[in-house]
């Protein structure tokens, strides 16, 4: 496993490594989604307000911050999905291995198999559970049968849902429970071997034994993927996340070290909300 | 950083202020416990130095009070950066504070067994013993207000505690050696000067816990010594 301490130098005690929000958003190590001056739009009302981020690779990323933040919103812009509905659009840029993927002319397809996105209601097609993980694979790729049979056996098997579902391939996705639903999600996203996975608010319909799992399961994914995880449950933050940011009326007001920001955050506004004191 | 809005959840500052309450309370205690100790030591009075020693057992209730309302508080709350800080600090305060009353406990257990005409040293100890219980004082207040920078200023005052227990020691060692018969009074009052060194000592750490609480930073030590060390 690899330990969170060694992508970045250890700050010492006295001098605790602060990330100034707008400023220098940069963690030491490797960059997987640069954000900069990032606005969007839905129709005239601003949601983002120059957000300026670096995503760590290979980490979660907890966002966080009262409804209608600009969290989701956020999420929204790095797979695009905005382009689906008319007067949304976004501004600035969003930087994946090198590339502007808000650029119109980067191919959506791409996008797609770089950034997996979980949502808030599991979302299994009405279709066997070995379709639902195979079906985008032979979309992408053109495997035999049996590699796909095996793709679909591991992508099970790292949404830890394998040895629930192992003897069932072939039965309706639809009669799993809730946090079976979502696990088989995680695997149709991470089966197509994506870079980066985003999860919208993915455990807040499940009961808790479902969402430890689903916590362990990003614990575990992140040595493979970059993980964004929005959330408004802030001990899910705590508990899953390496780095967290605090967004708060479309501004990025904070972004830090997930154990500073919950024990010690510089901006009295992330005081505020995760002390409970936001009115 | 400001702690000065309310929780949503007003049950939530309920709690921590009712956390406050107690380290209040044991300080008070503690800190009379130390005034009273001392009155009795010069005093003689025997009888009062048994309702010091009997009180202790009140401070140490109010320590397993506070145990209990800071696990229940986690459990139940979840506290998050200040409050969070505030709770681990209020009872690791709780810990120190029953420390300085079993200090002032011992002063008192002293009292019977002094015996004798009062010996000159002893007339150092009441102004040790103000500062000393001062310190223990301020510092809980310091804590109850959030107020790091009267932390430090208590930091400040533990060197007058340490040179008061310097002139003291070598007094007591200067009698002891003039003449054996002032042995035995002059081990205790050493004793007792330990005791009140130590309780400057601990209001110094609990000085550096609220620094803490307070900033989400420690205290370092230009700020403790005030540059003299």
Known sequence: MMDETAMYHQPTETTPLRIIPNRDNTPDGATQVAIRQLNFFYGKSRALNDVSVNVPANAVTAIIGPSGCGKSTLLRAINRIYELYPDQRAEGEIEIDGRNVLDRTYPLSDLRRKVGMVFQKPTPFASSIRNNVGFALSYYERLSKSEINDRIEDALKQAALWDEVKDKLNQSALGLSGGQQQRLCIARTIAVKPEILLLDEATSALDPISTAKIEELVHELRETFTILIVTHNMQQAARVSQRTAFFHMGELVEFGRTRDIFTNPVQQRTQDYITGRFG | ?229
């Open chain 2, 1 to 229: 950083m400001q702690q000065a809005r309310e929780h949503t959840l007003k049950a939530f500052d309920e709690d921590l202020d009712r956390l406050r309450a107690l380290i209040s309370e044991m300080g008070g205690l503690a800190e009379h416990a130390i005034q009273e100790a001392m009155r009795c030591l010069i005093q003689r009075d025997v009888e009062g130095a048994e309702l010091v020693v009997d009180g202790d057992a009140r401070i140490d209730d109010l320590e397993i009070e506070t145990e209990r309302r800071v696990v229940q508080l986690i459990a139940l709350r979840a506290p998050m950066a200040g409050d969070l800080r505030d709770s681990i600090a209020a009872l690791k305060i709780s810990a120190v504070v029953e420390r300085i009353g079993d200090y002032a406990k011992n002063i008192a257990k002293r009292v019977p067994q002094l015996g004798g005409a009062q010996i000159e040293p002893m007339s150092l100890l009441p102004e040790m013993a103000r500062i000393a219980a001062g310190m223990v004082h301020d510092v809980l207040d310091a804590f109850v207000n959030r107020d790091a920078e009267a932390a430090v200023r208590v930091c400040q005052r533990d060197q007058a505690v340490d040179d008061f227990y310097d002139s003291i020691f070598r007094a007591l060692l200067t009698f002891m050696m003039e003449n054996p018969n002032n042995i035995s009074q002059s081990a205790h009052l050493l004793f007792v000067a330990k005791n009140l060194e130590r309780v400057g000592d601990h209001a110094t750490n609990i000085a550096e816990m609220v620094y803490y609480a307070a900033t989400g930073r420690y205290m370092g030590d230009t700020q403790k010594y005030g540059g003299t060390r």
